[in-house]
């Protein structure tokens, strides 16, 4: 947890810093967020033991379409491995009515075991548009070699969110991982957002997979969150 504040404070200092030189560009813009989770739940499956999560990140908008961002977050498993650290940058053209989105992420560990090889990357596409009021896209995610060098690995994600009140929205995704090996599963998500103004939202999130025989991780779980964005 220390080494998460220190990143965070890094990274708020580095924009400080840098902040009257951004401010004079408006092609460059600088977000910020920071949240806690009762879990970290990552394609149904809990990287902190099903425990509580502590986050926050870092974003770039580049020219109206590039973009580039870090984020970080405890993790636990089981091994000494404490801290995730995702780097990551892409671009987000639109064709018509279809957002597309195009990036790269490498995903990091701090504290992991030698010759665990936690360390990886993927690469992203997805496209969303409009659908009347909601929103309905899908996604896939490519890693050449996955967490713990399992071998090649692909991420497919239909995923959809739609506003029921003036504050209120509900969302949901059904995903399937394939995993070189026995590790392949299908996982889903339905929550509820709620928007308290314009800087911090809450969410509550059902979240299951089909392979509870991996271990209670993977099993079902409702995550309650809030996130602060300015």
């Not at 924009?15 to 009257?20: E, P, W």
């Not at 990140?57 to 590039?66: E, F, P, Q, S």
């Not at 504290?111 to 090889?117: A, F, I, K, R």
């Not at 995993?179 to 339905?190: F, H, M, S, V």
């Amino acid at each position: 947890m220390n080494i998460l504040k220190t990143m965070l404070l890094a990274a708020a200092a580095t924009a400080a810093m840098g902040g009257s030189a951004l401010a004079a560009d408006e092609d460059i813009a600088l977000s910020f967020n920071l949240g806690a989770t009762t879990d970290y739940v990552f394609r149904g499956v809990s990287q902190t033991n099903n425990e509580g999560q502590i986050f926050g990140g870092a974003d770039a908008t580049l020219y109206g379409i590039g973009y580039a961002g870090v984020w970080v977050s405890n993790v636990e498993f089981g091994n000494g491995t404490d801290l995730e650290y995702d780097i990551y940058a892409g671009i987000k053209p639109t064709i018509g009515v279809v957002n597309l989105d195009f990036g790269v992420y490498y995903y990091g560990y701090t504290n992991q075991p030698t010759g665990s090889h936690e360390d990886y990357v993927e690469y992203k596409a997805a496209a969303s548009t409009a659908v009347g009021p909601a929103t309905v896209g899908a996604l896939v995610f490519y890693s050449p070699e996955f967490f713990g060098k399992t071998g090649k690995a692909t991420y497919y994600e239909v995923n959809g969110a739609v506003p029921v009140a003036e504050k209120v929205s509900v969302s949901g995704a059904i995903g399937h991982q394939e995993i070189e090996g026995p590790a392949d599963y299908n996982t889903w998500n339905l929550g509820v957002g709620y928007a308290l103004n314009d800087t911090v939202g809450f969410d509550l999130r059902y979240h299951d997979t089909d392979e509870h025989g991996f271990g209670d991780i993977y099993e079902s779980k409702v995550v309650l969150g809030v996130k602060a964005s300015f």
